[in-house]
């Protein structure tokens, strides 16, 4: 049985893969949720924000935080740059947040086996995202 500390020790082309599997996986996938339209159904928008499932499985089962930084490097270069979207500074404040909450919820789970880990984890990465973009759009606005 794997301990923690033997669960990150990977050389250094180790985590450079993990860095590009993950950059790649998940700029891929953001860049399908860009391109997928949104369905109305009266008031209601159903809509694919992003697939943070690709990342935090990379966090959990290999190093959180190459998978994270790799990520979120991936979804600006596949899901904004080359798209034309990019924004700036803005894209600042996703790269942090995002890789802050992969991060975050990968170091969370000790067994990947176990369900009630993994699911709270998942949570846990959305929640600390959307909660630090709300944060720096109230600043914004403030």
Known sequence: MA????RYTLTQSQKMMV???SMSLYGLSNMITELVPSAYLGPIEFSIEYFAFIPLTLCILFHPLYAAIGASLGEVI?????????????????FI????????????????????QVGTAA????????????????????
């Open 3 to 6: 301990t923690l500390n033997q």
């Open 97 to 116: 947040a995002f890789s802050l909450a992969m991060y975050v919820a990968g170091t969370f789970v000790r067994d990947p086996k176990n369900k009630v």
């Open 123 to 142: 949570i846990l990465g959305v929640v600390i995202h959307q909660a630090i973009s709300a944060m720096v759009d109230i600043l914004k606005v403030w």
């Open 78 to 94: 596949f899901g904004e740059l080359m798209l034309g979207q990019f924004g700036g500074f803005g894209e600042l404040e996703k």
């Open 19 to 21: 860095f590009i599997l």
